[in-house]
T-cell receptor, first 113, second 112 residues
Framework: GEDVEQSLFLSVREGDSSVINCTYTDSSSTYLYWYKQEPGAGLQLLTYIFSNMDMKQDQRLTVLLNKKDKHLSLRIADTQTGDSAIYFCAETENTGTASKLTFGTGTRLQVTL | KAGVTQTPRYLIKTRGQQVTLSCSPISGHRSVSWYQQTPGQGLQFLFEYFSETQRNKGNFPGRFSGRQFSNSRSEMNVSTLELGDSALYLC???????????FGNGTRLTVT
């Protein structure tokens, strides 16, 4: 079955860049996603990348995709205290629908002053 | 545009009871999916509906069921509740099954 792996914890200082990494297993995934979850809240869609792309940039966020190594990363530039949250990467299963996602365990990002 | 709305936000039930959770998708979204989030198992897919039809189902027992109405609103039902059903239940919607999912804030179910 599919398995998505992430490191559990990352601590960065305010103003630095954060890089959150993820490895996935389904090479046929159509989309790969990054979601953010703050305490007591649901999942906020941050960004996503098509499997035929290598990079996507959206303001402070940069997503890099290495299909050969099945590695996905999310870079947050100029990290702020409001970025403290749990970040989930997710892949789509090849069922003919992009709605069935397999999530990683989540990376807790702590931003210190 | 309003986001995905889930009601209620919090629910406390007793073992053996049943519960119904409600989800209103973003206006214009016709696909609705449900996920369960627990500390031990993380985020797990429950089911997906599109045009009132269940298209996919996750690996959950038959006590978990759902449906979608003609206005795309969805409900999920859990019968004969067990302690292990305590979780955050998240609903997500998309314009169609091939589009990105947008999640609601969830319903936190506690079974005592």
């Amino acid at each position: 079955g599919e398995d998505v792996e992430q490191s559990l914890f990352l601590s960065v200082r305010e103003g630095d860049s954060s890089v959150i990494n993820c490895t996935y297993t389904d090479s046929s995934s159509t989309y790969l996603y990054w979601y953010k979850q703050e305490p007591g809240a649901g999942l906020q869609l941050l960004t996503y990348i098509f499997s035929n792309m290598d990079m996507k940039q959206d303001q402070r966020l940069t997503v890099l995709l290495n299909k050969k190594d099945k590695h996905l990363s999310l870079r947050i530039a100029d990290t702020q205290t409001g970025d403290s949250a749990i970040y989930f990467c997710a892949e789509t299963e090849n069922t003919g629908t992009a709605s069935k996602l397999t999530f990683g365990t989540g990376t807790r990002l702590q931003v210190t002053l | 545009k309003a986001g995905v709305t889930q009601t209620p936000r919090y629910l406390i039930k007793t073992r053996g009871q049943q519960v119904t959770l409600s989800c209103s998708p973003i206006s214009g979204h016709r696909s609705v999916s449900w996920y369960q989030q627990t500390p031990g198992q993380g985020l797990q897919f429950l089911f997906e509906y599109f045009s009132e039809t269940q298209r996919n189902k996750g690996n959950f027992p038959g006590r978990f069921s759902g449906r979608q109405f003609s206005n795309s609103r969805s409900e999920m039902n859990v019968s004969t509740l067990e302690l292990g059903d305590s979780a955050l239940y998240l609903c997500a919607s998309s314009t169609d099954p091939n589009s990105p999912l947008h999640f609601g804030n969830g319903t936190r179910l506690t079974v005592t």
